[in-house]
Every structure is written in C-alpha cells, then in structure tokens.
C-alpha cells in the first residue's frame, strides 16, 4: 500500500479543470466549438447589417476573440467560486492505493473505488489525476510527493494495478 498526504487548494482544482477541458475530448470539443463559432457569429451578425467585409471579418475576430477571453475568465470565476473550503472537495486528504483499489479520506468523508471502476490514470507536469468518471477524478498535485522518485514510483505502482484489470 502507498498512502500520500495532500491538500488541494482553489488553485488545483482550477488547474482539474483546465486539464479536463483542454484533455477530454467531450469537454474539448464542446469548447473548440463554441470559442471558434463566436467569431463566426459576429462577422456574420455584422454582414446581414451591410457592413463592409473587412470590417466585419476585423470585428468578427476581434469580438469573438474578446468574447471568448471572457467567458474563460467567467468559467475560472465559476469554477473557483465554486468549491467552499469545508466541503471536502478542498483540503487536507489521504489517498492510499493498494492492489484492490484506490481511497480517499479527509475530514468530512471517504471514499473508494476498485480498480475495475477506474477509467483512467493520467498525468501532466504538475499532477496525477486517478479518473473513475468521465470528468471525475481524484486529484494528486505531485508537490505532496518528497520526491521526484516517490511521485514516479507511485504512478507506476497505480498504473501496474490498473493495468491488471485491464486484462
């Protein structure tokens, strides 16, 4: 069993959020789609009122690209709003893994899912995300690691247990 002690801040669970909606494709897709028809949608706005195509193919970028700066900020906004620190989304927690699964406990509640119920275990420079849903994941920033070499053997280790079910 490895077992590693981590606190989530606002700022990991924004950083989550980014991952998965630059990472699956669903959330991926859905935001490619409406950031690029935004400025699609002024310049043609802007052409049904006779106005001049460089004009409207100027505004259309520009406004589309400022609607779109917007309503990222405005998804960080929600998003960060969104978890209260004493909910147990945010705080100190424990995850363990061993061969059956993996867990996670904090102060408000616990959790566990065999390794058969995990989809995914991913990660980028800063984190290892154990996914068990689609856009559900257990979030472990890989500064609660002591070491580069603790971070890398337990990816591995949860990547080895996973795998076993994959079979």
């Known amino acids: 069993m490895i077992k590693i002690s981590t606190n989530i801040t606002r700022s990991d ?3 989550y959020n ?3 909606y630059f990472n699956i494709p669903k959330l991926r897709n859905r935001f490619i789609i409406s950031n ?7 310049m043609v706005l802007l052409l049904l009122f006779k106005l001049p195509l460089i004009f409207s193919l100027c505004w259309g970028i520009f406004g589309g690209g400022l ?3 917007f ?5 960080k906004k929600r ?3 969104l978890p209260e620190s004493n909910d147990g989304i945010l705080g100190e927690r424990l995850i363990e893994i061993d061969e059956t699964g993996v867990y996670q406990s904090n102060s408000v509640s ?5 390794w058969n119920g995990v989809k995914s275990i991913e990660q980028n420079e800063a984190y290892i995300f154990i996914f068990v849903d689609t856009i559900m994941a257990y979030i472990i920033p890989k500064r609660s690691f002591v070491s580069d070499k603790d971070c890398l053997e337990f990816y591995h280790q949860a990547q080895i247990y996973f795998s076993k079910y994959l079979s």
Do not use: E, G
């Open 13 to 15: 669970y924004w950083n």
């Open 79 to 81: 998003v960060m709003s």
């Open 18 to 20: 980014k991952y998965a």
């Open 67 to 69: 609607a779109s700066l």
């Open 36 to 42: 690029l028809s935004l400025p699609v949608i002024v």
């Open 110 to 114: 616990q959790s566990s899912y065999k």
């Open 71 to 75: 309503a990222y900020l405005r998804m």
